[in-house]
Each structure stands twice: as C-alpha cells, then as structure tokens.
C-alpha cells in the first residue's frame, strides 16, 4: 500500500503545478483544465491518505484526528481571506475542500471498516455501508464548493449525495437494529448456558455428596463390626495366659 501511495503522492505533486498553469492561461474558459487540476489535487490528496492505511488502528485514529484538524484550520484560514478580501480565498476553499474530501475521509471510513467488520456476520456490509457514507460526504462537500464557485453540476452533486446520505444512515439503522437482534440472542444462549452449567455443577455437588455420606455410612458399619484396639488387646493377653 505504501508504495502505491508513494506513487500517487508523487504524481499528484508533479502534476499540480502544470494544472494550474494550463488553468490561468485558459482563463478557466475550457472544462479540461479543471479537470487535469482537480484530479492532480485528488490524485495527491488520495496518495498522502494511503500513506497512512497501513498503521494499526489506535495509531491510524491519531492520525486522522491531526488531518482532521488540519481540515480545520484550512477552513478557519479561508474565512480569514474571505472576511479580509484577500485574493486567494477560491482556491484555498478548493483545497480545504479536496483535502477534507481526499485525505480525511478516506482515512475515517478504513477507520469505520475496521471497526464494524468485525461486529457483522458479512465483512462486505462494512465495507460498503462505509464506502457509501465516504461517497455521499464527499459528494455533499464537492457540491457545496461547485455551488460556492457558481460551477456547473454543484446541484446534482448535492442531490445525488443528499439521495446517498439518507439511504446510508437508514442501512446502518438496519445494521445496528440487526447487531441488537443478535447480541440479545447471544446473550440469551450465553444465559442459557450459564444455567445448563449450574444445574450440573449442582448434580454434580448432590452426587459427591451422596457418594461421601455412603462413605461415611460404610465407615461407620466397618468400625462397628470390627472388635476395638483395647478389646484386642485384651484378648492377645488372655490367650498369652492360656498358652502359659
């Protein structure tokens, strides 16, 4: 994964600033070169996130948590340059955009698999449910920079990711309803279970004390029957003096 997010990371780099270039000296009058600059953005975006994947989970949180507020203070600067009028307040919007869309969201939804695949029968649910929420968001985030940019296609990004979003958040409802049917069962048969156990664990305490009480009892029956130490005693005595 590191060497393909390596690769990724690169490329986006070295592609960014031909982008951008071939975007000012068209004066944004051709579709191509957003396109060309807004897949480089994605392309380095996707590789710096990828650099991550393969970290362990407590480590990988961490990470997400320090994109996240880079996210953050990218969205706080563009409000700084909105509210002061600076130029530079469209793209740095771009940015904060593609690198919540690109690097953080990528890195919460390995999160999310990691998490509830484990929690489900079916590994696949996981990952299409997170996969679905990683869609829908980026989607909604895209549409609202399209429709912040007056570009076209902003409004069926957000209709289409809006769409998404519900039907995501009913079908993890229904996993979640699901995983509670489950764990009551799991826990009934645990209980169940629990109570075969005491039931034989008591069986087993009555018999071991029927066996030891017969013991006793046996024991008891063999000390009556057999003559005591001062009565053979006695008796090895007498048949000394007979002997004499």
């Excluded at 990371?9 to 982008?19: H, K, Q």
């Excluded at 969205?75 to 793209?91: D, E, N």
């Excluded at 969201?105 to 484990?118: A, F, G, M």
Aim: glycine content about 4%; aromatic content about 14%.
């Amino acid at each position: 994964m590191k060497r393909s997010a390596y690769i990724l990371l690169i490329s986006g780099v070295i592609s960014v600033p031909p982008s951008i270039w071939y975007l000012y000296t068209t004066d944004g009058e051709e579709a191509l070169p957003f396109f060309l600059t807004f897949g480089s953005f994605i392309i380095s975006f996707l590789g710096l996130s990828f650099l991550f994947f393969d970290k362990v989970l407590e480590k990988r949180k961490k990470t997400t948590w320090v994109i996240l507020a880079i996210g953050i203070l990218l969205y706080l600067l563009t409000a700084l340059f909105a509210k002061m009028h600076w130029q530079g307040t469209g793209p740095l919007f771009c940015i904060s955009t593609f690198f919540m869309a690109f690097t953080f969201l990528p890195l919460l939804t390995r999160n999310r698999v990691e998490k509830w695949k484990q929690h489900t029968r079916k590994a696949w649910h996981a990952y299409f449910l997170s996969i679905a929420d990683l869609l829908s968001v980026s989607l909604l985030a895209l549409g609202a920079l399209f429709k912040r940019m007056q570009w076209p296609g902003g409004s069926i990004m957000l209709t289409v990711g809006a769409i998404l979003f519900i039907a995501s958040i009913i079908a993890w409802n229904r996993l979640f309803s699901k995983q509670i049917v489950l764990r009551k069962e799991a826990e009934e048969k645990v209980q169940k279970a629990l109570e075969q156990l005491r039931e034989q664990h008591t069986l087993v305490e009555e018999k071991q004390k029927e066996i030891l009480d017969s013991i006793h009892y046996a024991r008891r029956i063999q000390r009556s029957l057999m003559p005591t130490e001062k009565y053979i005693v006695a008796r090895m005595g007498e048949l000394r003096k007979e002997k004499k």
